[in-house]
């Protein structure tokens, strides 16, 4: 693997070259920085998504809406009894008056919420699993008789459109790595033509000589590959630097939402592996270039 | 004796245009030495072209070291080019290499080791009398220099087939005799030489030589039969 990046000096003589000389690291550099941001990106809100959406697909709210606050708290009290007895759930956790009012502080105000508006018991539920909408429905049953006006509501339904959105951006992500791997081919296309222009008539006795389209091309691979791989690398350390800056930022954010837009090991695994990516498509496009073009001469 | 080379009814048209070689019928033999003569025009370096494979004729067959040339896979073409060494009329060095890269280029080309093609090729620079320019590039070195570095590339590879169009049209009388007895000596060892002159004067130093001439793109003689070249006049009876 090594042997083919090692460029004998005859050969590097044969078409000549010096290293960041031409516009092409440059470019790859530039497109290999939008990429590793483009994965980045993607890969966060996959992340994030997949965090959310396990959290949350597995819980469920249960309010039980009664004025009297007396009936209401016999309500809850019997309610989070039964539920404990069902098999689908985990655990159940009723929510204490003050926890309630301080969730709905935000926009009600503290002043004494609860003699003002009947807030209605809220019990947290974990459930073993993301139950279907059957479960949900004999869950409701299996209330009706204790506390006729509970409420079960899945947690996923709240987040539900916000995973769409985040679904939206990380296929605009992926799309984008996309048009930017179409786009480094296009580069590579361009800069491989060039340097078949700039170098016909080596090409030409090359040719003359015996030389074989394989030879010719691979000529061009490497340096094409290895310009690939150095403008990769600049772009990998420019894009990493950026989603570095970014996640410290977001860490100093301290919230719980955008604490899970992090980037796991394996995603640092796929961001280092773009440059190397690049490279094989850099090599494999001016390969197909160079080839083709070659074709056309006898 | 066996042949190396034959034409049979080629024609070569470029483009829409009319035929620039026609009805070429000729067939040429391993070891021997012919001289392809003819105006300027004529279609010399267009015949070359289709001996050393750098185009296809419009129509009729090429048979190439005994196989078909005109159908033969693209693929298959660089084994048989190999087997030919060409000395061309602009040289067609490259510009970036120095006269000992630009010798070895066809060693290098058929795979030959690096450290097997150093003696061979300071050898050769010696055998062209350019020992001493080695690392010098092509556009350092004279018309002449340039010309002796084109046919020690051409010869290096020990060729079956020599084809040199004007091999000896930028060098003073007396290389050019030196580079003909080189094409001579090479001939000797068995390689067949086609060399493209419109010197009537080389063609009397080679006096086994046959000669093709050329006139406005058909053999002079169209039976293909070959003659050999005046003899010198102290020669004639």
Same mark, same amino acid.
């Given at each position: 693997m090594l042997k083919f990046f090692v460029i004998p000096g005859h050969d590097r003589r044969l078409i000549?070259?010096?290293?960041?000389?031409?516009?092409?690291?440059?470019? &790859?550099?530039?497109?290999?920085?939008?990429? *590793? +941001?483009?994965?980045?990106?993607?890969?966060?809100?996959?992340?994030?998504?997949?965090?959310?959406?396990?959290?949350?697909?597995?819980?469920?709210?249960?309010? &039980?809406?009664?004025?009297?606050?007396?009936?209401?708290?016999?309500?809850?009290?019997?309610?989070?009894?039964?539920?404990?007895?069902?098999?689908?759930?985990?655990? *159940?956790? +009723?929510?204490?008056?003050?926890?309630?009012?301080?969730?709905?502080?935000?926009?009600?105000?503290?002043?004494?919420?609860?003699?003002? &508006?009947?807030?209605?018991?809220?019990?947290?539920?974990?459930?073993?699993?993301?139950?279907?909408?059957?479960?949900?429905?004999?869950?409701?049953?299996?209330?009706?008789?204790?506390?006729?006006?509970?409420? *079960?509501?899945?947690?996923?339904?709240?987040?539900?459109? *916000?995973?769409?959105?985040?679904?939206?951006?990380?296929?605009?992500?992926?799309?984008l790595v996309g048009l930017l791997a179409l786009a480094t081919g296009a580069a590579v296309i361009i800069s491989a033509r060039s340097a078949l222009n700039t170098h016909t008539e080596t090409i030409a006795v090359v040719h003359l000589l015996g030389g074989t389209d394989a030879q010719i091309s691979r000529l061009f691979q490497r340096r094409i590959a290895l310009d690939a791989l150095l403008g990769g690398l600049l772009g990998l350390a420019g894009g990493s630097g950026i989603i570095w800056l970014i996640s410290t930022q977001l860490t100093a954010l301290d919230s719980g939402l955008v604490q899970s837009v992090g980037l796991n090991w394996w995603s640092w695994l796929i961001i280092a592996a773009i440059p190397i990516l690049g490279m094989f498509l850099a090599m494999v496009t001016a390969k197909l270039t160079v080839i083709g073009a070659l074709k056309k001469i006898l | 004796m066996d042949e190396i080379v034959r034409f049979e009814n080629v024609g070569l048209r470029y483009g829409a245009g009319t035929e620039t070689l026609a009805d070429l019928n000729f067939t040429l033999y391993p070891g021997s030495f012919y001289f392809l003569t003819g105006a300027s025009g004529a279609g010399k370096t267009s015949l070359l072209k289709l001996l050393y494979l750098s185009q296809r004729p419009s129509r009729g067959v090429i048979r190439l070291f005994g196989e078909d040339a005109v159908t033969m896979p693209r693929e298959r073409l660089p084994g048989f080019r190999r087997r030919i060494g060409v000395v061309f009329q602009d040289f067609r060095l490259v510009p970036h290499l120095s006269a000992f890269d630009n010798i070895a280029l066809p060693l290098r080309v058929a795979g030959v080791r690096e450290k097997d093609l150093e003696t061979p090729v300071a050898e050769m620079l010696d055998w062209v009398g350019l020992g001493d320019r080695a690392s010098a590039r092509p556009a350092t070195l004279s018309g002449g220099e340039q010309q002796r570095v084109a046919i020690a590339r051409a010869v290096i590879g020990r060729p079956e087939i020599l084809v040199a169009d004007e091999p000896t049209g930028n060098v003073d009388p007396d290389m050019a005799i030196r580079l003909l007895q080189l094409f001579e000596a090479l001939n000797t060892l068995g390689t067949t030489i086609v060399v493209a002159t419109h010197d009537i004067h080389l063609l009397s130093k080679i006096p086994g030589a046959q000669m093709m001439r050329l006139e406005k793109g058909m053999l002079a003689d169209p039976t293909g039969s070959l003659r050999h070249p005046p003899l010198p006049k102290d020669q004639q009876q």
């Open positions: 000549p070259e010096g290293r960041l000389s031409g516009p092409m690291p440059w470019v &790859i550099a530039i497109m290999i920085f939008l990429t *590793v +941001l483009a994965t980045a990106a993607g890969l966060a809100m996959t992340h994030a998504m997949g965090d959310v959406s396990d959290e949350l697909s597995s819980r469920a709210t249960v309010q &039980i809406v009664e004025a009297n606050p007396g009936i209401r708290g016999r309500q809850a009290a019997a309610a989070a009894k039964q539920l404990r007895t069902l098999p689908i759930i985990e655990e *159940v956790r +009723l929510l204490p008056s003050d926890e309630i009012e301080a969730l709905i502080e935000p926009w009600l105000g503290g002043q004494d919420l609860a003699d003002d &508006i009947p807030l209605p018991a809220l019990i947290d539920l974990k459930l073993v699993r993301v139950a279907t909408e059957a479960e949900y429905q004999s869950l409701r049953s299996a209330l009706r008789s204790i506390a006729p006006s509970a409420r *079960v509501e899945p947690s996923s339904g709240y987040i539900a459109p *916000v995973i769409s959105l985040v679904r939206s951006f990380q296929w605009i992500a992926f799309g | -």
